[in-house]
């Protein structure tokens, strides 16, 4: 049929370019990883401390950063989905343009909070005479972690917000329900979709964040640190590619939760 | 809603939040152009760490621009084709490919450069050309194009529009040019906003896919971050902020107004 040769022919550059510079470098990692190490990666990655220490310490920070993010996405995106104010655009804006910030760059703008000259530095030397620094530590990463991932859930929390039934929270109001007993009975249940999709998207992004710990995490090892540490300074392929593998498995799985949730495609940034 | 305690304590929690996220940029585009950042705004004004940075690092800036353009033209022309095509097939196999494509979202960035690498990494004048950074741009890129095209051409029914054509005696290619492509535009200025803004950004894959000759804007910023002092620092990301507000300003706008129309 000439209709399907036509379709074919305007979706074949697709096809090439995906296959060619996507499918088969991945089969291509797999192939190294499992027969360069003679499938020893994987074990290494289970038994070596090095390794297991930070697949852990990414899994605990990443988690760590969706509860929080989650908690505060839910608090403003209530507020601003229930209110109606002046200057509300503008600050629906502000929490929306760091979006597409690189993770660099928030970084840097962790340095910029509480690296030596940040802010934090200059409120405590004026406030207790010493500087706080914490930029290139933990806590540094997990600011600029909660950075990238709250502008992607708040806006998530505003749209499932829209769908509150507020002739439910009036009814619940005058049967003599408190405030909590409102939120945790109607506000979440309704929520919870937008909260589940957003907060598997937050954690994979935390997971797979390299831009921002490559500026922060000079002596931390998360994850995508420690692949690049592999490849670069190690030289070892093999591991590099199991570790970056399973990273990539962990992600999707979570993005797969994400969509089945029904949230739109939303980037890896970070 | 009545403005209550209530109201007041989540607007000041609200505010919190946006001042987190927003002070760093305006300190940051402060200290790019402020004389000494160390004895502060009271050093005056200058435009000096700008031009170093555009005397260290114009290239970086071109070549990034370089990119992002000839990725946003490379997804025009492969992508709105697929979306069509994913559109209109009935055929399974089109899940199939829309996973397929829609997996480098799904999978860092780091894992998809390593594999290019390794397939790639052999071909010396490739791997040293900017074209090895095109191909993970456009990757990374495609599927939100294609998703964006996509998302208009599922609102409408094009098959009636296209059944018209066909019965007024317009031929394939005259249906798709002048029916289909004008009735996703705003799909295509979308997608092509996401792509530009994606691309100028882009640095877990360009990282691994760079090398010294083929710096892009975001690898110049690591690099200056490291051994830059910290107003030229500043400076250099007040010219990539500079860069992508536009384009976020006129995605922001492109939105508020599919609203409006809906």
Not at chain 2, 186 to 200: D, H, N, Q
Request: glycine share 8%; proline share 3%; charged share 10%.
């Amino acid at each position: 049929m000439k209709n399907t040769r036509i379709s074919l022919f305007l979706v074949l550059p697709a096809i090439i370019i995906s296959f060619a510079f996507f499918l088969l470098p991945i089969v291509q990692l797999f192939k190294v990883s499992v027969v360069e190490g003679n499938g020893i990666s994987y074990w290494n990655i289970l038994t070596q401390p090095m390794y297991l220490k930070s697949l852990l310490s990414t899994v605990g920070l990443s988690t760590f950063v969706t509860f929080v993010s989650l908690v505060i996405a839910t608090i403003t995106g209530l507020f601003l989905t229930r209110y109606e104010f002046w200057g509300k655009q503008v600050l629906i804006a502000m929490l929306s343009f760091p979006l597409a910030f690189p993770g660099v760059v928030i970084g840097f703008f962790v340095i910029m909070l509480a690296g030596r000259q940040g802010l934090f530095a200059q409120i405590g030397l004026a406030l207790v005479g010493e500087r706080w620094m914490f930029a290139y530590s933990m806590a540094g990463l997990f600011l600029g972690y909660l950075y990238f991932s709250i502008p992607r859930v708040v806006l998530t929390v505003m749209g499932a917000a829209e769908k509150l039934d507020q002739n439910l929270i009036e009814a619940g109001r005058s049967l003599g329900a408190s405030r909590w007993q409102i939120f945790c009975d109607v506000t979440v249940p309704t929520l919870r979709p937008g909260l589940i999709s957003s907060g598997s998207i937050c954690f994979a992004t935390s997971m797979g964040a390299f831009g921002t710990a490559f500026t922060l995490a000079t002596n931390i090892n998360v994850l995508p640190m420690t692949i690049y540490t592999e490849f670069t300074l190690n030289a070892n392929f093999a591991m590099a590619a199991a570790l970056s593998l399973i990273l990539g498995l962990v992600t999707w799985v979570c993005l797969g939760i994400a969509k089945r949730q029904g949230a739109a495609s939303v980037g890896m940034g970070g | 809603m009545k403005k209550d305690k209530y109201f007041y304590m989540q607007l000041l929690f609200t505010l919190a939040v946006c001042s987190f996220l927003i002070v760093p940029v305006v300190m940051s585009a402060v200290a790019g152009v402020t004389n000494n950042y160390f004895v502060g705004i009271k050093s005056g004004f200058t435009l000096r760490w700008v031009e170093q940075v555009w005397m260290l690092y114009s290239d970086t800036i071109w070549l990034t621009m370089k990119i992002a353009l000839a990725t946003t033209m490379i997804n025009v022309i492969v992508g709105v084709p697929c979306a069509y095509v994913m559109a209109s097939s009935k055929s399974r196999w089109v899940s199939v490919f829309d996973e397929l494509l829609t997996l480098p979202i799904a999978i860092p960035g780091m894992a998809i450069s390593l594999g290019i690498i390794s397939v790639y990494g052999g071909f010396s004048d490739f791997r040293s050309s900017w074209f090895f950074i095109l191909i993970g741009h456009v990757i990374f890129t495609l599927p939100f194009m294609v998703k964006s095209v996509l998302a208009v051409l599922q609102s409408f029914n094009f098959k009636v529009l296209e059944e018209g054509a066909a019965s007024l005696g317009a031929s394939f290619w005259r249906r798709f040019f002048d029916v289909i492509i004008p009735n996703c535009k705003a799909g295509i200025v979308a997608g092509m906003l996401m792509t530009l803004t994606l691309s100028i950004g882009e640095f877990n894959l360009t990282w691994m896919l760079h090398t010294p000759l083929t710096k892009t804007l975001p690898v110049g910023l690591a690099d200056s971050y490291a051994s830059m002092r910290f107003e030229v620092s500043s400076a250099y990301t007040l010219i990539f902020l500079c860069l992508i507000l536009p384009l976020l300003v006129l995605a922001q706008m492109l939105n508020n107004k599919k609203v409006q129309n809906n």
